[in-house]
């Protein structure tokens, strides 16, 4: 399977786990499949967060020791862009608890 079709569908499956959550989140009542979908969206938006952060910062903290070899004098902007991957899972943290 292609790497772009894979991600498209994730992506997909990550919307309308979101979706079904928000919506059955919106009603006063809920009854128990809605309270679990809910927990579904909010599971999964979270641990899609925290797997695209993993991702993120292996791939940019690999990048930043080989760059630090050559440019030990930016090592402040590579440690920003590790950072910036690592802020992914903490919106999906915020996000799986307004879902909830």
């Known amino acids: 399977m292609n790497k772009n ?29 809605q309270k679990g979908l809910s927990r579904i969206g909010a599971g999964l938006a979270f641990g899609l967060a925290a797997a695209g952060a993993g991702i993120g910062v292996g791939l940019a903290g690999a ?21 910036l991957a690592e802020a992914i899972a ?3 943290f915020a996000m799986a608890f307004i879902l909830m």
Do not use: K, N, W
């Not at 991600?7 to 928000?22: D, G, N, Q, T």
């Not at 050559?70 to 440690?79: I, S």
């Open 63 to 83: 990048a930043a020791i080989g760059a630090i070899i050559e440019r030990r004098d930016l090592f402040a902007m590579y440690l920003l862009f590790i950072a």
């Open 5 to 33: 079709v894979l991600r498209l569908l994730v992506a997909c499956v990550a919307l309308i786990a979101v979706f079904a959550s928000v919506i059955a989140h919106a009603q006063t009542a809920l009854t128990p499949i």
């Open 90 to 92: 903490i919106y999906g």
